[in-house]
């Protein structure tokens, strides 16, 4: 091995002693208040506010700077602090926030450098989720694809699962261990299923649950996959687990509806379970208690606090001071099994609901039940025994069903299990066991079954069945008879599979699944689960878009039609002489039912032009005093349309007081007159009277629109003949051709019509303005304002 030079190991010693500084600086930064803003003496409400506020601003899947999510992870760990009393106190003590540390003692871990630095031992030990060195609490909770499909799924409709995502290199994943610790440590003890998937080694079971960033937490219910979005707060999580949970599985119970919930016991052929406690809010152990159980038992739960319950605690003496619950099967007025302790744990309340799943004689209403309540023989030591009572819901067998109910309450042997069946309901079942035989029910039949197949050994009792007491006596003698000889059961039968009875709540079912789906997709939604979405998204706006696209084009095209059928004879005459109609020619609806028209003097000519906004133009039409009224209406109707957009602006200006800023103008772009090729005409013109610019104020470029007569009375035909080919320009010639016109005789009317057609063409222009096509004369400034030039 070389040693290094003297010089290099410098440069090492060095770099690591930046690093290890910009580390002590950066922990010894962090100061909870500054990061949400509040003071020490803020109230706790105050910061749960401020902390809502920054949690959704900062949130990375809103906020797309970034350095949102390491903000996010900032805020979110000072929430933790400030919002626990403990850590807080120990921080304005100590300064300390770390929660392995001892209160009031420095930080442990480091050792001498040369004699004269300090430094943390574990600098170089990042506590990433890598394989040679996993965090053993993640390694036990592990989940593999197999292991997930064969376990967690199928254990997941008897309680939820919380999944945290890793990988490898996943700064964010440590901030959130110590709250994932704590959590996980919290909800395992109610019986929450935990899971760990490392995206690394197990990348199909994460493309599998939809998982495609680090860190995620998802909980699983029912077979179903839901993400967790807000804040990895343990609060949060705990919320997060009890959401996942049917929203109808806990019953309130009061004075009121306690007869109604407990007789409900024969319809839904379960026990009911009572649990009375001082809390307002079922608590989450409840919850899971009664999602695992929900096949067998209905769940309520009894508020102590309310003035409705007392009359169910003095009915059940029931004592206030530690939690109680009570079972009850077919007999409402008395509990089957009582269980009361203070701080009750998982494995006392689900041993004492295991005992008590079944009524004393429950009906069979499907093959599941009839498995669990007459299992198949396994060994001669576990041998059981079903008396089955084949009876009728009529009124009728009401007495013989109170005896049999009597009969199996008062037995005590485990391997006999008493049931009945209606015979309507189940009539495969009754007719294999009654086959061949003069026997109609009520009838009890003892069974005994040997395999999986159906097969089962039985005995009708004889007799039949009435529920009097020469009936019990038989049937008692029958059943002692059987624990010493089990070969008195000397028929043979394959028995059918039971119907499931249950089958005609399959709407309602339904309908709750429906109703849980349509939960799930808005919460996507809200939650921009984008990826997940978008396919569906994808398909629901492609059909709407076939559905609706081609009517909504249809009615447009429609109206079109209905408005060019039938024409105003104003706009029919601007029709036949070329002039477009300025209907639908924006992109945006006018906003006003006016035109904002402004003129442009030496006050506003400022505001108006040289220091108009960029992107913004200014729309100038050029007139005269004689003119003004003429020309203003018609440039207002012609530009009505593109008032909508938010970029133009409208203005004119009176060319018989500022004549000399219009020879100005032209005079520094003497293309734009010049672009017809009759440059000698354009230097001689002075009649402006009906031109159009558009002026850009902030990149100093103008469009001209040069006024277009297209009427059909004699003077405007020789106006465009003595224009020659220069067309698009009126032609008004020189000064003395002006007072040559002057002096001939013509009527006010057919003067005013021929102004009123220099604007014919003007909506044609503005679209070619709106597209960018018109061709664009730059200025190297703009000429001044000032002067007025005097009338002549």
Same mark, same amino acid.
């Given at each position: 091995?070389?040693?290094?030079?003297?010089?290099?190991?410098?440069?090492?010693?060095?770099?690591?002693?930046?690093?290890?500084?910009?580390?002590?600086?950066?922990?010894?930064?962090?100061?909870?208040?500054?990061?949400?803003?509040?003071?020490?003496?803020?109230?706790?409400?105050?910061?749960?506010?401020?902390?809502?506020?920054?949690?959704?601003?900062?949130?990375?899947?809103?906020?797309?700077?970034?350095?949102?999510?390491?903000?996010?992870?900032?805020?979110?760990?000072?929430?933790?602090?400030?919002?626990?009393?403990?850590?807080?106190?120990?921080?304005?003590?100590?300064?300390?926030?770390?929660?392995?540390?001892?209160?009031?003692? !420095?930080?442990?871990?480091?050792?001498?450098?040369?004699?004269?630095?300090?430094?943390?031992?574990?600098?170089?030990?990042?506590?990433?989720?890598?394989?040679?060195?996993?965090?053993?609490?993640?390694?036990?909770?592990?989940?593999?694809?197999?292991?997930?499909?064969?376990?967690?799924?199928?254990?997941?409709?008897?309680? !939820?699962?919380?999944?945290?995502?890793?990988?490898?290199?996943?700064?964010?994943?440590?901030?959130?261990?110590?709250?994932?610790?704590?959590?996980?440590?919290?909800?395992?003890?109610?019986?929450?299923?935990?899971?760990?998937?490392?995206?690394?080694?197990?990348?199909?079971?994460?493309?599998?649950?939809?998982?495609?960033?680090?860190?995620?937490?998802?909980?699983?219910?029912?077979?179903?996959?839901?993400?967790?979005?807000?804040?990895?707060?343990?609060?949060?999580?705990?919320?997060?687990?009890?959401?996942?949970?049917?929203?109808?599985?806990?019953?309130?119970?009061?004075?009121?509806?306690?007869?109604?919930?407990?007789?409900?016991?024969?319809?839904?052929?379960?026990?009911?379970?009572?649990?009375?406690?001082?809390?307002?809010?079922?608590?989450?152990?409840?919850?899971?208690?009664?999602?695992?159980?929900?096949?067998?038992?209905?769940?309520?739960?009894?508020?102590?606090?309310?003035?409705?319950?007392?009359?169910?605690?003095?009915?059940?003496?029931?004592?206030?001071?530690?939690?109680?619950?009570?079972?009850?099967?077919?007999?409402?007025?008395?509990?089957?099994?009582?269980?009361?302790?203070?701080?009750?744990?998982?494995?006392?309340?689900?041993?004492?609901?295991?005992?008590?799943?079944?009524?004393?004689?429950?009906?069979?209403?499907?093959?599941?039940?009839?498995?669990?309540?007459?299992?198949?023989?396994?060994?001669?030591?576990?041998?059981?025994?079903?008396?089955?009572?084949?009876?009728?819901?009529?009124?009728?067998?009401?007495?013989?069903?109170?005896?049999?109910?009597?009969?199996?309450?008062?037995?005590?042997?485990?391997?006999?299990?008493?049931?009945?069946?209606?015979?309507?309901?189940?009539?495969?079942?009754?007719?294999?066991?009654?086959?061949?035989?003069?026997?109609?029910?009520?009838?009890?039949?003892?069974?005994?079954?040997?395999?999986?197949?159906?097969?089962?050994?039985?005995?009708?009792?004889?007799?039949?069945?009435?529920?009097?007491?020469?009936?019990?006596?038989?049937?008692?003698?029958?059943?002692?008879?059987?624990?010493?000889?089990?070969?008195?059961?000397?028929?043979?039968?394959?028995?059918?599979?039971?119907?499931?009875?249950?089958?005609?709540?399959?709407?309602?079912?339904?309908?709750?699944?429906?109703?849980?789906?349509?939960?799930?997709?808005?919460?996507?939604?809200?939650?921009?689960?984008?990826?997940?979405?978008?396919?569906?998204?994808?398909?629901?706006?492609?059909?709407?878009?076939?559905?609706?696209?081609?009517?909504?084009?249809?009615?447009?095209?429609?109206?079109?039609?209905?408005?060019?059928?039938?024409?105003?004879?104003?706009?029919?005459?601007?029709?036949?002489?070329?002039?477009?109609?300025?209907?639908?020619?924006?992109?945006?609806?006018?906003?006003?039912?006016?035109?904002?028209?402004?003129?442009?003097?030496?006050?506003?000519?400022?505001?108006?032009?040289?220091?108009?906004?960029?992107?913004?133009?200014?729309?100038?039409?050029?007139?005269?005093?004689?003119?003004?009224?003429?020309?203003?209406?018609?440039?207002?109707?012609?530009?009505?349309?593109?008032?909508?957009?938010?970029?133009?602006?409208?203005?004119?200006?009176?060319?018989?007081?500022?004549?000399?800023?219009?020879?100005?103008?032209?005079?520094?772009? !003497?293309?734009?007159?010049?672009?017809?090729?009759?440059?000698?005409?354009?230097?001689?013109?002075?009649?402006?009277?009906?031109?159009?610019?558009?002026?850009?104020?902030?990149?100093?470029?103008?469009?001209?629109?040069?006024?277009?007569?297209?009427?059909?009375?004699?003077?405007?035909?020789?106006?465009?003949?003595?224009?020659?080919?220069?067309?698009?320009?009126?032609?008004?010639?020189?000064?003395?051709?002006?007072?040559?016109?002057?002096?001939?005789?013509?009527?006010?009317?057919?003067?005013?019509?021929?102004?009123?057609?220099?604007?014919?063409?003007?909506?044609?222009?503005?679209?070619?303005?709106?597209?960018?096509?018109?061709?664009?004369?730059?200025?190297?400034?703009?000429?001044?304002?000032?002067?007025?030039?005097?009338?002549?």
């Amino acid at each position: 091995m070389k040693a290094c030079s003297r010089g290099r190991c410098v440069s090492v010693v060095t770099l690591y002693l930046v690093l290890l500084s910009a580390l002590v600086k950066s922990a010894s930064e962090f100061d909870p208040y500054k990061v949400l803003g509040v003071s020490k003496s803020s109230s706790l409400a105050d910061i749960k506010k401020v902390y809502k506020q920054l949690a959704k601003e900062w949130h990375p899947d809103k906020n797309k700077n970034p350095e949102a999510e390491d903000m996010f992870i900032k805020i979110t760990k000072s929430y933790e602090v400030l919002s626990n009393e403990e850590k807080r106190a120990n921080y304005d003590r100590y300064g300390q926030v770390d929660e392995n540390q001892q209160y009031g003692q !420095p930080q442990q871990g480091y050792r001498h450098f040369h004699n004269g630095f300090y430094f943390d031992e574990s600098f170089f030990h990042f506590p990433f989720n890598n394989k040679g060195n996993r965090d053993p609490a993640d390694s036990k909770y592990t989940l593999h694809y197999n292991q997930y499909v064969s376990e967690v799924v199928p254990d997941s409709f008897r309680r !939820p699962y919380l999944i945290k995502i890793t990988s490898d290199w996943c700064f964010s994943c440590i901030h959130i261990e110590p709250v994932w610790k704590e959590t996980v440590q919290e909800l395992e003890a109610l019986g929450v299923g935990i899971g760990v998937v490392d995206v690394g080694y197990e990348r199909r079971l994460a493309n599998h649950l939809g998982a495609h960033r680090t860190p995620s937490i998802l909980g699983v219910i029912n077979g179903k996959a839901t993400f967790f979005h807000y804040a990895v707060v343990r609060e949060h999580l705990k919320q997060f687990v009890e959401d996942l949970l049917p929203q109808r599985l806990v019953e309130k119970v009061t004075d009121r509806n306690d007869e109604e919930f407990l007789n409900s016991w024969h319809e839904q052929n379960k026990p009911h379970v009572l649990l009375f406690d001082q809390v307002p809010v079922v608590p989450l152990l409840f919850k899971l208690t009664a999602f695992a159980f929900k096949d067998y038992l209905e769940f309520g739960y009894v508020d102590q606090g309310l003035s409705e319950t007392a009359n169910l605690l003095r009915q059940f003496n029931i004592n206030t001071y530690a939690p109680t619950m009570l079972v009850f099967k077919e007999n409402t007025d008395k509990p089957a099994d009582i269980i009361q302790a203070k701080g009750m744990k998982k494995q006392i309340i689900d041993e004492f609901i295991s005992n008590n799943k079944f009524l004393l004689a429950p009906r069979l209403v499907n093959q599941k039940l009839f498995d669990e309540l007459c299992p198949v023989k396994q060994f001669h030591r576990r041998r059981k025994y079903c008396v089955l009572l084949i009876t009728g819901e009529e009124e009728s067998f009401t007495a013989g069903n109170k005896a049999f109910l009597s009969l199996a309450s008062s037995n005590t042997k485990e391997v006999l299990r008493f049931t009945y069946v209606y015979q309507r309901q189940q009539q495969s079942l009754c007719e294999t066991l009654l086959k061949s035989r003069d026997i109609a029910p009520p009838q009890v039949v003892i069974l005994e079954r040997r395999n999986a197949a159906g097969k089962a050994l039985y005995k009708p009792v004889t007799g039949g069945w009435n529920g009097s007491e020469e009936d019990k006596r038989k049937l008692l003698e029958e059943l002692e008879l059987l624990q010493k000889d089990p070969s008195i059961l000397n028929y043979d039968a394959t028995l059918p599979e039971l119907n499931n009875e249950l089958a005609s709540m399959f709407l309602i079912q339904w309908i709750y699944t429906a109703y849980d789906y349509l939960i799930q997709i808005r919460d996507d939604l809200l939650h921009n689960n984008w990826r997940e979405m978008m396919p569906l998204l994808s398909l629901i706006f492609s059909a709407l878009f076939i559905l609706f696209g081609t009517v909504i084009i249809q009615a447009f095209s429609d109206s079109g039609e209905d408005k060019q059928s039938k024409p105003k004879a104003k706009d029919a005459a601007k029709s036949e002489n070329g002039s477009p109609s300025t209907a639908g020619t924006s992109s945006r609806p006018p906003k006003k039912n006016f035109v904002e028209v402004t003129e442009l003097t030496d006050i506003t000519y400022t505001s108006n032009l040289v220091k108009l906004r960029p992107g913004h133009i200014n729309v100038v039409l050029v007139l005269t005093d004689a003119s003004k009224n003429v020309l203003l209406s018609k440039f207002a109707k012609e530009v009505y349309s593109f008032t909508g957009s938010l970029t133009l602006h409208f203005s004119f200006l009176n060319v018989d007081k500022h004549s000399e800023w219009m020879d100005a103008l032209l005079e520094v772009a !003497p293309e734009a007159l010049a672009a017809d090729g009759d440059e000698d005409e354009a230097s001689h013109r002075a009649d402006y009277t009906g031109y159009v610019l558009a002026l850009n104020g902030h990149k100093k470029y103008l469009c001209l629109f040069r006024p277009v007569y297209t009427g059909e009375d004699l003077d405007a035909k020789s106006s465009e003949e003595e224009g020659g080919a220069g067309g698009g320009r009126s032609r008004s010639g020189s000064r003395e051709e002006q007072h040559h016109r002057k002096a001939v005789p013509r009527s006010r009317s057919t003067s005013t019509l021929q102004i009123h057609h220099k604007l014919d063409r003007l909506g044609l222009w503005m679209e070619r303005l709106m597209e960018g096509t018109l061709p664009r004369y730059y200025i190297p400034a703009w000429p001044s304002l000032e002067k007025i030039t005097t009338n002549k």
